[in-house]
């Protein structure tokens, strides 16, 4: 279904029988001229029907006007007649979606798994065969024939241009071979011969004359003689500072093998590869291909996990913090060794890299392109040596690792290629310590695991003593440990602080100043609580300081108490709907409901209602929430039910309400102004 999707997007989207038919009628009056071409010096064989490609035009023309001329005839059919010469191969056919697809074909998930070198066939004696189930196999190789890649120099100038240029005879023959079913997509057949061509670079170590001829053949098949004016646009921006972030979705070039195909295509890229100036060209071309490599290795794989394996993560490695009674030092050694060889093992096993052959060989072509003044022969497929390092400024293999462990990490095109991507490093040195810190960086993890914890039992042992020892102690003393302790009413032990102070009220040394400090959140130069009133806490500390307070000083921190200890809201309501006017049962208490109200504190919850009853012709945010849970001075909530029975209007529901309300004056202003206007 995909397939047909994209197909019916592109420009060749119409019906195959359209398709056909249009050939056919173009091919009608090319007939004449053919008739009049001259057969090629060279003459490349079909080594099936022993015809040129201008010959089996020939033919192939006259059969086919005469047969659509007869009877209907299916698109299959006429395929069996009319094909472009080219190279026999063994692959794997599919629906390949981007035709990009088909992949490198440099050893890992193949899809072309042999080359019949100068088997000549045309495409449309193997789709004949296919049509009637029948095999053919390359003569000299016994080998499985499943599709012909056309090659230009092997057919006529004139058959190359009628099939290629004039029709879309060459399109559907090169999906049929490619996928088994005509849905000709844009660049099937650049991706097809440019993968065909890295294959055989990559199988062919020391070619021969006759590999390197065909070598020769399929690239200039796909070479072009003019750039566009988007390929000169994309050229100069690959030539640029920030080649990586052109091969993008935007560009066509998000696959393993198109900026191969784009560089390949485009005389002027594989001349700047091999110049001096092509490194940062070199690294983005690398960097890309283990991207998709590692992405396509990794399929649903926990990354995380796939990092810890890839550093050989070990808890022999770990640093564990000292004693709870010691200070952690303050140069901490953690393990940050990269260990290339066990990382380099696990990279093949999992086949996350191609060998570095595809970069050797792409080095030694452009460099011997541009030293033959930019023209392509079989004399630049000649083996040479090549320094790999020059291409991306450091040791190829530690590049590589680098770019795996960065692959790994990156989700999506806005990691690679954002602002704050990690980019590339400038030296070895670099590279080196980036690799460690990833190291670090997991070890250092596992030691602040068990630093926080060790602090957590620091921390739980300090409380416990402060909770024992802050009932005598001074109000300096106190406050000062209070805010190591308890600095906030969110933090633990101080429920179990209030309950002391009050059961032990007699015995508190600077009781109406501790409970003040409490109250208040602010006592002279000392804050707690950010200076804040503790809303959680008030009932049971106003307890405390009633009796011990003048009815004055008691009345001035009530009314405090009153003013500030409830949240203050926005001046228009929030998504709730609540506002100043009409606060929520959190923002007069602290607590989401009235279940967890008492739950958590039964001795502040009943306080509350306490104050609850005097609410009753306060201020409007006094009169909304008695009105709104005057019905817990009768009925106490539990956890089947948090309200105790009151039902509230979310605030979707008051949202809709509001909108409604919105809309009806809208159209009520909407209607008077159009009677107005009649009037």
């Given at each position: 279904?995909?397939?047909?999707?994209?197909?019916?997007?592109?420009?060749?989207?119409?019906?195959?029988?359209?398709?056909?038919?249009?050939?056919?009628?173009?091919?009608?009056?090319?007939?004449?001229?053919?008739?009049?071409?001259?057969?090629?010096?060279?003459?490349?064989?079909?080594?099936?029907?022993?015809?040129?490609?201008?010959?089996?035009?020939?033919?192939?023309?006259?059969?086919?006007?005469?047969?659509?001329?007869?009877?209907?005839?299916?698109?299959?059919?006429?395929?069996?007649?009319?094909?472009?010469?080219?190279?026999?191969?063994?692959?794997?056919?599919?629906?390949?979606?981007?035709?990009?697809?088909?992949?490198?074909?440099?050893?890992?998930?193949?899809?072309?798994?042999?080359?019949?070198?100068?088997?000549?066939?045309?495409?449309?004696?193997?789709?004949?065969?296919?049509?009637?189930?029948?095999?053919?196999?390359?003569?000299?190789?016994?080998?499985?024939?499943?599709?012909?890649?056309?090659?230009?120099?092997?057919?006529?100038?004139?058959v190359w241009k009628l099939y290629c240029q004039d029709t879309e005879i060459a399109a559907m023959q090169t999906s049929a071979h490619l996928r088994n079913v005509l849905t000709p997509l844009p660049k099937d057949r650049v991706a097809f011969t440019a993968s065909l061509f890295l294959k055989m670079m990559g199988d062919w170590a020391d070619p021969s004359e006759i590999q390197r001829k065909m070598m020769s053949d399929v690239l200039l098949t796909i070479q072009w003689k003019n750039q566009s004016d988007k390929s000169k646009e994309i050229a100069d921006k690959l030539?640029?500072?920030?080649?990586?972030?052109?091969?993008?979705?935007?560009?066509?070039?998000?696959?393993?093998?198109?900026?191969?195909?784009?560089?390949?295509?485009?005389?002027?890229?594989?001349?700047?590869?091999?110049?001096?100036?092509?490194?940062?060209?070199?690294?983005?071309?690398?960097?890309?291909?283990?991207?998709?490599?590692?992405?396509?290795?990794?399929?649903?794989?926990?990354?995380?996990?796939?990092?810890?394996?890839?550093?050989?993560?070990?808890?022999?490695?770990?640093?564990?913090?000292?004693?709870?009674?010691?200070?952690?030092?303050?140069?901490?050694?953690?393990?940050?060794?990269?260990?290339?060889?066990?990382?380099?093992?696990?990279?093949?096993?999992?086949?996350?890299?191609?060998?570095?052959?595809?970069?050797?060989?792409?080095?030694?072509?452009?460099?011997?392109?541009?030293?033959?003044?930019?023209?392509?022969?079989?004399?630049?497929?000649?083996?040479?040596?090549?320094?790999?390092?020059?291409?991306?400024?450091?040791?190829?293999?530690?590049?590589?690792?680098?770019?795996?462990?960065?692959?790994?990490?990156?989700?999506?095109?806005?990691?690679?290629?954002?602002?704050?991507?990690?980019?590339?490093?400038?030296?070895?040195?670099?590279?080196?310590?980036?690799?460690?810190?990833?190291?670090?960086?997991?070890?250092?993890?596992?030691?602040?695991?068990?630093?926080?914890?060790?602090?957590?039992?620091?921390?739980?042992?300090?409380?416990?003593?402060?909770?024992?020892?802050?009932?005598?102690?001074?109000?300096?003393?106190?406050?000062?440990?209070?805010?190591?302790?308890?600095?906030?009413?969110?933090?633990?032990?101080?429920?179990?602080?209030?309950?002391?102070?009050?059961?032990?009220?007699?015995?508190?040394?600077?009781?109406?100043?501790?409970?003040?400090?409490?109250?208040?959140?602010?006592?002279?130069?000392?804050?707690?609580?950010?200076?804040?009133?503790?809303?959680?806490?008030?009932?049971?500390?106003?307890?405390?300081?009633?009796?011990?307070?003048?009815?004055?000083?008691?009345?001035?921190?009530?009314?405090?108490?009153?003013?500030?200890?409830?949240?203050?809201?926005?001046?228009?309501?929030?998504?709730?709907?609540?506002?100043?006017?009409?606060?929520?049962?959190?923002?007069?208490?602290?607590?989401?409901?009235?279940?967890?109200?008492?739950?958590?504190?039964?001795?502040?919850?009943?306080?509350?209602?306490?104050?609850?009853?005097?609410?009753?012709?306060?201020?409007?945010?006094?009169?909304?929430?008695?009105?709104?849970?005057?019905?817990?001075?009768?009925?106490?909530?539990?956890?089947?039910?948090?309200?105790?029975?009151?039902?509230?209007?979310?605030?979707?529901?008051?949202?809709?309400?509001?909108?409604?309300?919105?809309?009806?004056?809208?159209?009520?202003?909407?209607?008077?102004?159009?009677?107005?206007?009649?009037?």
């Open positions: 279904m995909g397939l047909m999707r994209r197909y019916a997007r592109t420009d060749q989207g119409k019906d195959p029988p359209q398709m056909m038919s249009d050939a056919i009628a173009k091919c009608k009056p090319a007939l004449l001229e053919l008739k009049a071409e001259k057969d090629q010096a060279v003459r490349e064989e079909c080594f099936f029907s022993k015809e040129s490609s201008l010959e089996s035009a020939l033919v192939a023309i006259e059969t086919g006007c005469d047969i659509t001329e007869e009877s209907e005839i299916t698109p299959d059919m006429l395929l069996t007649i009319f094909g472009l010469h080219g190279l026999a191969i063994k692959h794997k056919a599919g629906n390949y979606t981007d035709p990009m697809l088909i992949g490198l074909n440099q050893g890992l998930k193949d899809t072309i798994f042999e080359v019949y070198t100068n088997v000549v066939l045309n495409q449309s004696v193997l789709w004949y065969a296919k049509q009637n189930k029948t095999e053919i196999k390359a003569p000299g190789f016994d080998g499985l024939i499943t599709a012909v890649v056309p090659i230009k120099s092997w057919n006529h100038p004139a030539k640029g500072d920030d080649p990586l972030a052109e091969l993008s979705t935007t560009n066509n070039l998000a696959s393993e093998l198109a900026p191969f195909a784009q560089i390949l295509c485009d005389q002027t890229l594989l001349e700047f590869l091999g110049g001096p100036d092509s490194q940062k060209l070199w690294r983005a071309l690398v960097a890309n291909t283990v991207y998709w490599t590692v992405r396509r290795a990794l399929g649903e794989e926990e990354r995380g996990e796939v990092i810890k394996k890839l550093i050989n993560y070990n808890k022999d490695n770990f640093t564990h913090p000292l004693p709870d009674d010691e200070q952690e030092p303050e140069n901490l050694a953690i393990h940050d060794i990269w260990d290339g060889k066990k990382a380099g093992e696990y990279i093949k096993k999992h086949k996350y890299l191609y060998d570095n052959k595809l970069y050797t060989n792409m080095m030694r072509l452009s460099l011997a392109f541009k030293a033959a003044g930019n023209k392509t022969s079989p004399d630049i497929f000649k083996v040479g040596s090549v320094n790999n390092t020059v291409a991306v400024g450091m040791d190829l293999d530690l590049f590589c690792q680098v770019e795996v462990v960065k692959s790994i990490l990156t989700k999506n095109e806005t990691e690679r290629y954002g602002e704050n991507s990690i980019g590339f490093h400038d030296t070895e040195q670099e590279a080196r310590n980036y690799l460690a810190g990833i190291v670090r960086s997991h070890y250092r993890r596992q030691y602040d695991t068990e630093l926080k914890l060790k602090e957590e039992r620091v921390k739980e042992k300090k409380l416990a003593v402060f909770l024992d020892t802050f009932v005598p102690m001074s109000f300096v003393d106190f406050a000062l440990h209070l805010q190591e302790n308890i600095p906030n009413q969110g933090s633990k032990g101080r429920i179990e602080m209030l309950q002391k102070l009050e059961e032990e009220k007699d015995k508190v040394v600077d009781l109406s100043s501790k409970a003040e400090l409490l109250l208040i959140g602010k006592l002279g130069e000392d804050t707690w609580n950010n200076g804040s009133v503790s809303r959680n806490g008030a009932p049971t500390l106003l307890r405390i300081l009633e009796p011990i307070s003048s009815a004055e000083k008691f009345a001035e921190l009530k009314e405090h108490v009153d003013r500030y200890s409830w949240h203050r809201y926005r001046d228009c309501p929030n998504r709730q709907g609540n506002s100043n006017t009409e606060p929520s049962f959190w923002a007069a208490t602290n607590y989401v409901d009235p279940w967890s109200y008492l739950k958590n504190d039964k001795v502040g919850y009943r306080q509350f209602l306490k104050t609850l009853e005097t609410l009753d012709g306060g201020e409007p945010s006094q009169q909304a929430i008695y009105d709104t849970w005057s019905h817990l001075l009768t009925t106490d909530p539990h956890k089947h039910d948090v309200t105790a029975g009151k039902q509230l209007v979310t605030g979707k529901e008051k949202r809709k309400l509001r909108k409604k309300e919105t809309d009806k004056i809208h159209a009520e202003r909407k209607r008077a102004k159009t009677e107005g206007g009649g009037a």
